[in-house]
């Protein structure tokens, strides 16, 4: 996220003269996204929004609906909503803060006023969201943390039992990791993690898979949908992919450390009776087969 970049808000307002002020005082410095009705309200969302000015009374329902909905989701749970109204009666204005609200601006709007509040809530919101990003990623590699992992492997978990679907869970264990930093030092074995992290990012960058490293050299993807023939596949195409990727490298740097990979898949369809821990105990069992069987770019299923 480019903390510089213009924001963007989202304007959820029928009335003309008040889309015109706040595309007046906002337009200069901001990227508009305007909306008529709550409908299509829900139709613009998405996680580029950074704020959103929310009228109380639309044609199609009240504001605080739609105030609810945001609040009730994963996605959109702390995005700033100022509400806007011609209402100045305390019990509107306690209404929309007991709903969520972060703030609540009466019409007509003073650009001073406004101007200031938009800015220092989206200025917030992107620190806010920079610090949660930092906290979910591995500073070397780049990519996510054992956190994020946990958190999008429940978040999966719960979306795959509700739609009858299933989760794949890859994990992938760099062979004799301890020999290459004894050997050739620990730079080189961190840009061997590195390279490894580059590639699963590359092998894995379809809509909802998540890449992290667990810690050390051990490493993980979820891949939402798949069964375990899809999960094992994919398996084998990152084997593939790595092994391609380090050939590539050594060809125009021969000091580059080449590496093999030990790789557990599992899937499962959540129920009542499975958790998480079971699915990555099972993925687990199978990565340590891999590594009896000697590894070397190896893909065991649990079967």
């Not at 700033?80 to 305390?90: F, K, W």
């Not at 998540?210 to 490493?219: H, K, M, N, T």
């Not at 990152?238 to 740097?253: P, T």
Request: hydrophobic residues 45%; aromatic residues 6%; contains cysteine.
């Amino acid at each position: 996220m480019d903390i510089n970049s213009a924001p963007t808000v989202l304007i959820v307002e029928d009335e003309p003269v008040g889309i015109a002020s706040l595309a007046g005082i906002l337009g200069g410095a901001c990227e508009l996204i305007i909306s008529q009705s709550l409908a299509e309200a829900r139709l613009l969302l998405s996680d580029e929004i950074d704020i959103v000015l929310l009228d109380l009374y639309l044609p199609d329902g009240s504001g605080l609906d739609f105030l609810n909905e945001l609040r009730a989701s994963e996605l959109y749970a702390y995005v700033p909503v100022i509400c806007i109204s011609a209402s100045d009666q305390i019990q509107d204005i306690e209404e929309a803060f007991r709903h969520g609200a972060t703030d609540y601006v009466l019409k007509p709007f003073n650009k001073t006023i406004l101007s200031a509040k938009v800015s220092t809530f989206i200025d917030l919101k992107r620190k806010t969201d920079m610090l949660a990003e930092a906290a979910l990623t591995d500073p070397l590699t780049g990519i996510g943390n054992r956190r994020l992992f946990n958190q999008q492997l429940d978040l999966e978990w719960r979306r795959a039992w509700r739609q009858d679907n299933s989760v794949g869970l890859v994990l992938v264990d760099l062979d004799h990791f301890k020999q290459i930093n004894d050997q050739y030092g620990h730079a080189q074995g961190d840009l061997c993690l590195q390279k490894l992290a580059t590639v699963m990012n590359t092998c894995f960058a379809r809509a909802g898979e998540v890449v992290a490293r667990l810690g050390g050299d051990e490493f993980v993807v979820i891949i939402p949908g798949a069964d375990l023939r899809s999960t094992i596949t994919a398996a084998n195409n990152f084997a593939k992919a790595v092994h391609a990727e380090l050939h590539n490298c050594l060809q125009f740097a021969k000091t580059y450390t080449p590496f093999t990979l030990s790789i557990g898949c599992t899937a499962t369809q959540p129920s009542s009776f499975s958790s998480t821990a079971e699915l990555i105990e099972a993925a687990d069992k199978s990565l340590y087969e891999a590594k009896e069987d000697g590894g070397r770019n190896c893909v065991r299923p649990l079967l």
